[in-house]
């Protein structure tokens, strides 16, 4: 919706709650035409239903007034001797207008000092639970909201299994566009995996004010650009969502508005310099380790390296021995020897498992395993009498990649010699040719709305011919920092400004093996309720969270003993 229609949209709301209500603020003592004044008309309406003023600017904040409107219309039939558990249900299942029947059918007086506490256990418990949605959604949609990291894009810099908070408010909270949702949840219900929003209306893209921009190799949670996933891993139809309602994504911003960045065999260059990270970044490539003893598992496990694979081979193998070991395994092949391989993540089969199937197995240690690593691993493996050579592997300056942005025949890069791309700045002017038409035409297009046609070699937008385009918006490029393993701007291109949603602070939780059954799972102690982000190696403060919440008990013990002695003197 634009502007206009907003304004008509308001105007409408305005008009049927004057025809639905100005009897009954006549009937309370006030004016009829004060039922008719935008916003006033709410703040008297909080008088005559005995509520805070305060409570009129939650009816202005987009998700949270869905479920104060509700609280708003019960409240205002109670207040005319209307109490009845239908009644309620009567005015929230109308979405109000049972109000008119109150008004206009029912000879009903104003109860000027009415109580204000629920009568019953029920509506004690009800009014409870509405009030921590309310304050939780508000907590979720303006300033925190937590997140897990589902996927190694970021390895080893945030581990899957991380749980984190995300801050709203360091680069201000963007407020929600999709004005009709279910509080507390994202882009679908759970457990019936249906939609969760209305697509309309919409409201125009607003952010509150921040203090702080996005600065060059941040960690930032956005909404994916691509997104038109119903559910994940299904293949299916796409589904266009609002901005606000796409799928929320972690990467680091490796370049901010202005910029000029290129990837150079794997490393990001900003104006021609090779970026230098934080030190807590840990980039990951992927590397071939060649032994001509073999690379061992072993070995690989002791550098802290998780991402590869083991085989395990055997000569015979029944069902029920399978069956026993099958929730270990990535998949099984028959060898070129006839031999039976059994493939497994970095974990391997635990010896207990092997001998309770009452198997006879040996690990096939390759003389060759591709790695991803880090540089310092890659290093530390070199450096190994038992490791003769580690090269990192590279796609070649000038081949084509597979999925690459801007997905057009003139542009043949790929993830590790990518570019140089200009990164738009909002107000910012650049040349428009066929050139360069492919890598600005998403934004163009889909981002700023505008309409784009060609004939020959001329450009037109909106109908009007031209050869330069000015950028309505600032844009951003995100990375994972498992390079080579990570679908990020290099894949979709640039991130709008108006899909940032915030920047994770805090590691409240981190568990190992998240993707392998709750059975495996281990809690990294030396993550727990560390920094996002800082210089210098985390710092874990559970243990001084431990002991606040010790101290505090201790605290309250006392104090109830002290009241308690008091009280019986």
Known sequence: MNGTQWIIFILIVQVIHFLGTWKLYVKAGRKAWEAAVPIYNAIVLMQIINRPKWWVILLFIPIINLLMFPVIWVETIRSFGRNSLMESWLVVLTLGFYIYYVTYALDVHYIEERSLHPKTAMGEWVSSIVFAVVAATLVHTYFIQPYVIPTGSLEKTLRIGDFLFVSKFHYGARTPMTTVAAPMVHDTIPGLGIRSYLNNPQLPYFRLPGFKKIKRNEIVVFSWPADTVRIFFKKEKGVKKPIDKKSNYVKRCVGVPGD??????????????????????????????????????????????????????????????????????????????????????????????????????????????????????????????????????????????????????????????????????????????????????????????????????????????????????????????????????????????????????????????????????????????????????????????????AGWFVFDYFRRKKKKTTSSK
């Not at 981002?447 to 784009?452: C, H, K, L, Q, R």
């Open 260 to 549: 000029s960045l290129a990837v150079i065999d794997g490393y990001v260059h900003i104006n021609g310099q090779q970026t230098v990270l934080p030190d807590r970044a840990l980039p990951q490539y992927d590397y071939m380790a060649y032994s001509s003893k073999g690379v061992s598992s072993r070995l690989l496990k002791e550098l802290g390296v998780t991402d590869f694979n083991r085989i395990y081979v055997t000569t015979q193998l029944n069902q029920n021995q399978f069956d026993q070991i099958s929730n270990y395994l990535l998949g099984s092949r028959r060898g070129n020897s006839g031999n039976i391989e059994l493939i497994t993540n970095h974990l391997g089969i635990p010896t207990k498992a092997i001998r309770s199937a009452g198997l006879s197995l040996k690990e096939q240690t390759d003389r060759q395993r591709m790695l991803t690593i880090t540089d310092d691993i890659a290093n530390k493996l070199r450096s190994n009498a038992a490791i003769d050579s580690v090269i990192k592997v590279l796609e070649p300056l000038g081949e084509k990649g597979y999925n690459i942005f801007p997905q057009h025949s003139s542009y043949a890069w790929n993830n590790d010699n990518f570019g140089p791309i200009y990164i738009p700045e909002k107000g910012k002017k650049v040349a428009l040719n066929l050139e360069v038409l492919p890598v600005y035409k998403k934004i163009i297009k889909d981002y700023e709305d505008n309409a784009i046609s060609v004939n020959g070699n001329q450009i037109s937008i909106n109908g009007e011919v031209t050869d330069t385009y000015t950028f309505k918006q600032d844009y951003y490029w995100m990375m994972g920092d498992n390079r080579d393993h990570s679908e990020d701007s290099r894949t979709w291109g640039f991130v709008p400004e108006n899909h940032i949603v915030g920047t994770p602070i805090f590691i409240w939780m981190s568990i190992d093996n998240f993707k392998e059954g709750w059975r495996n799972w281990k809690i990294r102690w030396e993550r727990v309720f560390t920094t996002v982000h800082g210089n210098g190696e985390p710092i874990s403060y559970f243990k001084y969270f431990l002991m606040v919440l």
